[in-house]
């Protein structure tokens, strides 16, 4: 599948540019455009996608524009997407770096500041939800008959390692990914 590398740049601008709150808080956007709006990728393709963009180092949202971009126009298109992606965010930084400096002690800003606080939270909420329903309904269809017992179990383990024993997240991916794969040829 192709991508216009113009309209892979204005897609990864979009997300730079109105996704605000971080990595986690851009991927209903990044879904959005990459899945619903564009059908550059199936929403089991973007689920590896987060889990490729966490793996990685470096900003999330970043990680995610240089894999899609890669993959649906190669390395000028992994570039195309990255430089999409953080151009607002280098602009926009710059920008409210200089007012902050000259307006911190505003008592607006800080009650701006303030209110932003939920939104983000519920765009993390609304990704998170978004990757369990995928992990425990594969299929996409929401039913207790269609529920993925092995991704239920191993979603409630994963949170209890991290939850209550701290454990590493990278070292909870890879056991998980080794214990879905293990399980996969098990199972057959």
Known sequence: MTANLWQLFLSFMQVGMFSIGGGYAAMPFIRSQVVSLHGW???????????????????????????????????TGAIVATMGCILPSCLIVSLLAYLYRKYRQMDMLQNVLTCLRPAVVALIASAGLEILRQVIWPGGVISLSEVDVIGLVMAVAAFIVLRWRKWN????????????????????
């Open 169 to 188: 997240p990278i070292l909870v991916m890879l056991l998980c990914g080794a214990a879905r794969l293990g399980i996969g040829l098990i199972i057959g």
């Open 41 to 75: 990728l199936t929403m089991s393709e973007f689920t590896d996608l987060v889990t490729i963009a966490e793996m990685t180092p470096g900003p999330i949202a970043v990680n995610a524009a240089t894999f899609v971009g890669n993959r649906l126009a190669g390395f």
